[in-house]
């Protein structure tokens, strides 16, 4: 992959999915393993964190009003300000999304130091949507079926039906994901088996690595 940003030798699986899919409990199944993982919410409130760049440039395009009173960002009411106008939406990418690639590929080379040929999951929500296949080697979906994932959703965030659908309908289907993975992970049924999974699928990325290796 030519265009990858990161140190030679790591192998990066993205993780991905639909909202209330189970990536979290994926992830944190192969950490278990020896993975080191990238999440990338967690970059995206890393990087708007008060006083850095790109909060200042939030702050100066969007205003205060923006804000909540310690001066972190009203997430809420910036999501809902991007999603009424596309146009604030796309600065509000142009802002965040190079300070949060730049932030992934410094993580990625801390890893690089203390393991050369770390297995890196970098759990990215919208992979597909944002079209950064290039930032990954390979991609695996955690699938359940999007009725499983409706109920999830409402369960998990208190909301209702049709707000859940809502949130569904603006990301891509997950049976669409589904076909341009390399690997999918099915995990509507009990922990264990998802587990099982994760463990054969850690497996067949080890065999990787070490392919890898050996054809330099």
Do not use: C
């Amino acid at each position: 992959m030519s265009s990858f940003p990161g140190p030679a030798g790591i192998l990066v699986l993205g993780v991905t999915g639909g909202i209330a899919s189970g990536k979290s409990t994926v992830a944190v199944m192969m950490h278990e393993l020896g993975a080191p993982v990238i999440d990338f919410d967690l970059l995206a409130r890393e990087v708007v964190e008060p006083e850095k760049p790109a909060w200042q440039d939030i702050v100066e395009y969007f205003g205060t009003g923006v804000l909540q009173e310690d001066g972190s960002l009203d997430r809420k009411n910036l999501a809902r300000i991007v999603f009424e106008y596309p146009g604030k939406r796309e600065k509000l990418e142009s802002i965040t999304h190079p300070r949060i690639l730049d932030l992934f590929v410094s993580r990625l080379r801390e890893i690089h130091r203390s393991n050369p040929d770390a297995i890196v999951l970098a759990v990215i929500p919208l992979l597909f949507e944002a079209h950064l296949h290039d930032l990954v080697h390979k991609i695996l979906v955690v699938y359940i079926p999007r009725e499983m994932q409706r109920d999830r959703l409402m369960k998990r965030d208190k909301i209702g039906r049709e707000q859940a659908e809502h949130i569904l309908k603006a990301q891509l289907p997950i049976d669409e994901k589904v076909k341009d993975a390399d690997f999918v992970i099915r995990n509507e049924g009990e922990l264990e088996e998802t587990r099982k999974q994760v463990i054969h699928l850690w497996q067949i990325l080890e065999k990787e690595q070490e392919r890898r290796k050996r054809n330099g």
